[in-house]
C-alpha cells in the first residue's frame, strides 16, 4: 500500500524541481546546438586544408572532445531528472488506483 506520505513526497518532487529539470533540458538543448559551433571555429582554424580535411581534424581535436564530454554530463542529468519524474508519477497512479479500487470495494461491500 502506498500511504500519503509517500504520494506527498513524489508530488512535493514533482513541484520543487520542475524549473531545476526544465534547465537541464535547455541545457542540454544548448550544448547539442553549441557543438556545431565548436566544430565551425575548429574548421575555421585549418581553412587551407580541404573541408572533409576541416572536418576530420575538428572532430579529432580536443577541445571538441572535451565539448562532447560536457555534452554526456548534460544529458546524463537530463535524463535522471525524467527517471525521476516518471517514477514520482507512478507512485502517483499506483496511489490513485488503489484509492480506486478502495472505492469500488466499499460500493460492493
Request: include cysteine.
Amino acid at each position: 500500500m502506498i500511504d500519503t506520505e509517500q504520494v506527498q513526497k513524489a508530488i512535493d518532487y514533482l513541484r520543487t524541481t520542475s524549473g531545476k529539470e526544465a534547465e537541464s533540458v535547455a541545457h542540454r538543448i544548448y550544448m547539442e546546438e553549441y557543438r556545431k559551433v565548436v566544430k565551425a571555429q575548429l574548421m575555421g582554424e585549418n581553412k587551407s586544408l580541404p573541408v572533409s580535411a576541416q572536418e576530420r581534424d575538428a572532430y579529432a581535436d580536443k577541445r571538441y572532445t572535451q565539448h562532447l564530454q560536457a555534452l554526456q554530463l548534460a544529458i546524463e542529468k537530463e535524463r535522471e531528472f525524467a527517471f525521476r519524474r516518471k517514477a514520482a508519477e507512478a507512485v502517483i497512479e499506483a496511489w490513485r488506483t488503489e484509492c480506486a479500487n478502495d472505492r469500488g470495494q466499499a460500493k460492493i461491500g
